[in-house]
């Protein structure tokens, strides 16, 4: 049971360049989201999803795109990386009343 | 939309003593309130979660107490180690009919330091 599984670890785009954050969960959860974590900010709801097929937008969805094929993955696309949009990014996951379990999270770098 | 303040942004206190971090929000329909602690370089872990029904809940040295009509909610964290150096976050969600589907609203968290 790995949990919240995140993809890359790293990443370093250049203005203008498209990419896919991966997140995966194997605990057979319901709902899961994304998050951006910067300095001072906390963190903020980007898209979340309450089941396969459903997403809506959080507190900050602007330049992002995400998708619900299956229960297991919730990927979030950049499609025209800003510098605004280097941040540390986190998934997580929840089942009906339980708490949020978070991946390890991708640090993403936009030059 | 919800808005969670979160004090003080760093608290400093010996090994042993008792920290105390206090949030607050805005919208009553919140009704659940986790407690997120996060290591350097890792995702929030949590840590505590208290479901407004219930006015306090302890975990070993972990305590949250929350009142509904003030909007407002603490971590106690007693007998602090050195282990318990992190930065913590709570966060509030609606939680309708047990939901909880529309993700977290956090608050900008706490820098806990335990002097030895």
């Known amino acids: 049971n790995a949990g919240v599984t995140q993809t890359p670890k790293f990443q370093v785009l250049k203005t203008g360049q498209s990419m896919t954050l991966q997140c995966a969960q194997d605990m057979n959860h319901e709902y899961m989201s994304w998050y951006r974590q910067d300095p001072g900010m906390g963190l903020r709801l980007i898209h979340y999803?309450?089941?396969?097929?459903?997403?809506d937008q959080g507190e900050v969805p602007n330049g992002y795109n995400v998708s619900r094929s299956t229960t297991e993955d919730f990927p979030l696309r950049l499609l025209s990386a800003a510098p605004s949009q280097t941040s540390v990014y986190f998934c997580a996951s929840s089942q009906r009343g339980g708490g949020y379990t978070f991946g390890s999270g991708t640090r993403l770098t936009v030059v | 939309g919800e808005n969670v303040e979160q004090h003080p942004s760093t608290l400093s206190v010996q090994e042993g003593d008792s920290a105390v971090i206090k949030c607050t929000y805005s919208?009553?329909?919140?009704?659940?309130f986790p407690w997120y602690k996060q290591e350097l370089g890792k995702g929030p872990q949590l840590i505590i979660d208290?479901?407004?029904?219930?006015g306090e809940k302890k975990d070993q040295r972990i305590a949250v107490t929350l009142n509904k009509t003030a909007k407002h909610f603490s971590l106690h964290i007693t007998e602090t180690q050195p282990e318990d150096s992190a930065v913590y976050f709570c966060?509030?969600?609606?939680?309708?009919?047990?939901?909880?589907?529309?993700?977290?609203?956090f608050g900008k968290g706490t820098h806990l330091i335990i002097q030895p």
């Open positions: 999803s309450v089941g396969a097929g459903i997403t």
């Open positions: 966060a509030v969600a609606p939680m309708y009919s047990g939901g909880g589907a529309d993700g977290l609203t």
């Open positions: 919208d009553s329909a919140s009704n659940y």
């Open positions: 208290i479901r407004s029904n219930v």
